[in-house]
C-alpha cells in the first residue's frame, strides 16, 4: 500500500526540500560558479564581490596553494612554482606539452615522464589533475559559503573538442576536490542552454566560444525545448593567450629586441599584451611602452597583427556549417561566448562573416557558468518550470578495424550523444577462435590514418566455416563523451568488453588536422577503400577454390585446372596494382570459371548427405 503525506488542519504546508547544485566553468584563464539564487542562475563572488577566479595556482613549501588573485603575484614573482592556463595540459604528455607555442617555465618530474606529467614545484610534483582540483575546491568552498550547505552536485563545462583523456582528468580533478560531478557539459552547449532559456528565439543558432585557451563553434537546433547540437568544430590550442602572445612578439618586433627573455620579462611582456588588448576593446587607439621603446598601436594594426588567428576561427565556422549542411542564410541567431569575444576584430569578423550581429545579451564571462548552473539544477532533481531536452554530439567518428586494415565506423561523428550502437561481425578464417578488436577514432577509411584509441579480444569464439560465427560489436558513448565498447559471439553468449580511457589526448591540432585530412584525401580515401574491399573479395574467393581443391581436386579434369590456375594467377598479379574496377572484373571471371566445379562439388557432398541406408541394415544393426 503506498503511503499517502498528510498534514494537520490549518497546518503550513511541507516546505520542498531544496537540493544544492551548481555549475562551474573550468576556464582556461578564468573559472567561475553558479547556483540557483532567488528566481534565477547567477554567478556566485568571493569575499570580496569578483565573480571570476583567475585559473591560476602558486605553489609554497609551506602551507596551502594560492588560488586566484593570490596567486597571480607569482607569474612574475615565482614562475617556476606558478602555474596559469592547467587546463591546456589536461590529457597531454610531456612531449605534447614540451610542443606548445608557449615557453612553459616550469621543470618536469622525470619520473613521471612516461605516466601523466608532472610539474616539480617546492610543495612536491604536481599534474594537471591536482592542479585542477585546487582550483575547483576553491569554488566549491566558495559556493558552499554563499549557499550556506554543503554541495550534493556539479555539472562541469569543458570545451567542445575535449577528448576521453581530457574529460576523464576533468572528472578525476572533481572527485579529488570533493564534488560529485553530475555532467560534463560542452561549454557551447551550456551557453546554448543560458540563452535559451533567456529568450524567445527559435531556430539555428551559432556559439562562437573563444576563451582564453581554448576555441569551439557549435551549430544548435534550438526548437520547443530541445536543444540538439548539429555539428560541433573548433581548435583547443587557441584563444586569447595567443592572441597575447602574436601582441607580445609584436612588440618585441617593434622594440628591435633580440635577446632571448627569462621568464620574469615574458610574463610582464605578456601582461602589458593583455592590458593593451583590453584597452583596445574601448578605445581605437593606445599609447604603449615596455623596457626603452615606446609606440602607438591601432585597432587597424592589431587587427593585422592577429589576421592569421581571426582566419583560423572563420575558418572553422565555414567548415561547421559544411558538416552541418547549412548555409549562412540558415542561422538565425549568433552567440559570442568568452571574455575574448569583446574584441572588436573578433566581433567584426564574426558579424561580416555572418552577415548579421552577433548576441551579447549576457555577459559572455558567465554565460558558460550559468548555463551549467541551470542544467545543475534540472539535473539534481530540482523542479524546474521550464523543462528541455539537452542533446550534446561526438566530435570525431568512432569505429573498429576490419580485415584489409579499413575502418568500420560504428558511431560517426556529429552524432547526438549519449547514444549506443551496435554492428555485426563474423569471422575470415575457417576454424576462426579467437578475434582481436582494434577502435579507433577518425574520419579517414584506412586505420594508419586514424587514432587508435584501444585494443582487446573476444576468445572462445566455436570454431566453425568463415563467416558463420554472429559477433555483436556494441559502443557506447556517455553524456560525458566517454566510450565504452563490448563485443559479444551471439551463440555461447561469450562477452569482452573495454572501457576506453586513454593516457593522453591528442596533440593540439591534431584534431582539427584529421577533419581536414579526411576532406582533402576523401576521393583517394574512397578509392583505396574500394581497392582494398576487391583485394578482400577476391582473396576470399581464391581461398574458397584452394580448400576446395584440397578436399575434391579428384572431380577437375585437366582442362578445368588449367583454366582455374591461369585465372587465379591473372587475378592475383592484378591484385598487387590494378584498380578496384579490373580486381572486381578478374573476380567475376574466376567465379564464373570455377562455377561449375562449385556446381559439381555441390551436388557431391548433398548426395553424400541423403545417402541413407537400407531396411535390412538398419534391422541387423539393431539386433
Not at 574601448?282 to 592577429?306: A, H, K, P, R, V
Not at 568488453?497 to 584525401?521: F, T, V
Not at 572431380?555 to 590494378?578: C, G, H, P, R, Y
Amino acid at each position: 500500500m503506498a503511503l499517502l503525506q498528510i498534514q494537520e488542519p490549518g497546518g503550513k504546508p511541507a516546505k520542498v526540500l531544496h537540493r544544492l547544485a551548481v555549475g562551474i566553468d573550468l576556464g582556461t584563464s578564468n573559472s567561475l560558479v553558479s547556483a540557483l539564487c532567488g528566481t534565477g542562475v547567477e554567478t556566485l563572488p568571493d569575499d570580496n564581490g569578483q565573480h571570476l577566479l583567475p585559473s591560476v595556482v602558486r605553489y609554497s613549501a609551506d602551507g596551502s596553494p594560492l588560488v586566484g588573485y593570490a596567486a597571480l603575484s607569482g607569474l612574475v614573482d615565482d614562475p617556476e612554482n606558478t602555474v596559469a592556463s592547467s587546463k591546456r595540459l589536461l590529457g597531454k604528455s610531456l612531449s605534447e606539452l614540451q610542443n606548445l607555442p608557449q615557453v612553459l617555465p616550469f621543470k618536469f618530474d622525470p619520473e613521471r615522464e612516461e605516466t601523466s606529467p608532472a610539474i616539480s614545484t617546492v610543495s612536491g610534483s604536481k599534474d594537471p589533475v591536482q592542479i585542477s582540483a585546487d582550483i575547483l575546491e576553491k569554488l566549491k568552498v566558495r559556493a558552499e559559503q554563499c549557499l550556506k550547505g554543503e554541495l550534493e552536485g556539479a555539472v562541469i563545462t569543458v570545451p567542445a573538442y575535449f577528448n576521453d583523456a581530457q574529460r576523464q582528468q576533468t572528472k578525476d580533478a572533481a572527485k579529488l576536490a570533493g564534488l560529485n560531478v553530475l555532467r560534463l557539459l560542452n561549454e557551447p552547449t551550456a551557453a546554448a542552454v543560458a540563452y535559451g532559456l533567456d529568450s524567445e528565439d527559435q531556430g539555428k543558432v551559432c556559439v562562437f566560444d573563444l576563451g582564453g585557451g581554448t576555441f569551439d563553434v557549435s551549430l544548435l537546433s534550438l526548437q520547443k525545448g530541445v536543444f540538439e547540437v548539429l555539428a560541433t568544430g573548433g581548435d583547443t590550442n587557441l584563444g586569447g593567450n595567443d592572441f597575447d602572445h602574436a601582441l607580445a612578439q609584436w612588440i618585441l618586433q617593434q622594440a628591435g629586441y633580440n635577446a632571448e627573455l627569462d621568464f620574469s620579462e615574458r610574463a610582464i611582456l605578456n601582461q602589458l599584451a593583455m592590458d593593451v588588448k583590453h584597452q583596445l576593446s574601448e578605445q581605437d587607439q593606445l599609447e604603449i611602452s615596455w623596457q626603452d621603446w615606446s609606440g602607438t598601436i591601432t585597432n587597424t594594426e592589431y587587427s593585422e597583427i592577429c589576421a592569421e588567428l581571426i582566419k583560423r576561427t572563420i575558418n572553422t565556422c565555414r567548415r561547421v556549417l559544411r558538416d552541418a549542411s547549412l548555409t549562412i542564410n540558415d542561422i538565425d541567431n549568433i552567440v559570442l561566448v568568452g571574455g575574448s569575444t569583446r574584441m572588436p576584430v573578433i566581433r567584426q569578423a564574426v558579424a561580416s562573416f555572418f552577415s548579421k550581429e552577433a548576441l551579447t545579451n549576457i555577459d559572455p564571462d558567465k554565460v558558460v557558468a550559468i548555463g551549467a548552473g541551470i542544467q545543475a539544477d534540472v539535473l539534481i532533481g530540482n523542479k524546474s518550470s521550464n523543462n528541455f531536452l539537452l542533446l550534446d554530439v561526438n566530435p570525431l567518428s568512432l569505429g573498429i578495424e576490419t580485415m584489409g586494415e579499413l575502418v568500420e565506423k560504428i558511431i560517426p561523428r556529429n552524432t547526438t550523444i549519449p547514444v549506443a550502437r551496435a554492428q555485426e561481425f563474423t569471422t575470415f578464417k575457417d576454424g576462426q577462435t579467437a578475434m582481436s578488436l582494434h577502435v579507433v577514432q577518425g574520419e579517414r577509411e584506412l586505420v594508419e590514418d586514424c587514432r587508435s584509441l584501444a585494443r582487446f579480444e573476444l576468445r572462445g569464439i566455436p570454431a566453425m566455416v568463415a563467416g558463420a560465427a554472429k559477433i555483436r560489436v556494441s559502443f557506447q558513448v556517455d553524456a560525458d563523451g566517454l566510450l565504452s565498447v563490448a563485443a559479444e559471439e551471439l551463440s555461447t553468449g561469450k562477452k569482452a568488453e573495454i572501457q576506453i580511457k586513454p593516457s593522453y589526448g591528442l596533440k593540439s591540432d591534431l584534431i582539427e588536422e584529421m577533419l581536414q585530412s579526411s576532406q582533402e584525401n576523401a576521393q583517394v580515401d574512397m578509392e583505396l577503400r574500394s581497392v582494398k574491399e576487391a583485394q578482400l573479395e577476391a582473396t576470399q574467393l581464391i581461398d574458397a577454390i584452394a580448400n576446395a581443391r584440397s578436399s575434391d581436386g579428384e572431380i577437375l579434369n585437366t582442362e578445368e585446372l588449367l583454366l582455374i590456375e591461369k585465372a587465379v594467377e591473372t587475378l592475383e598479379l592484378a591484385m598487387k596494382d590494378s584498380s578496384a574496377n579490373k580486381i572486381r572484373e578478374l573476380t567475376e571471371d574466376l567465379n564464373r570459371i570455377s562455377g561449375d566445379f562449385a556446381s559439381r562439388r555441390m551436388d557431391l557432398h548433398i548426395g553424400r548427405a541423403l545417402k541413407g541406408e537400407s531396411i535390412d541394415e538398419v534391422a541387423n544393426s539393431s539386433s
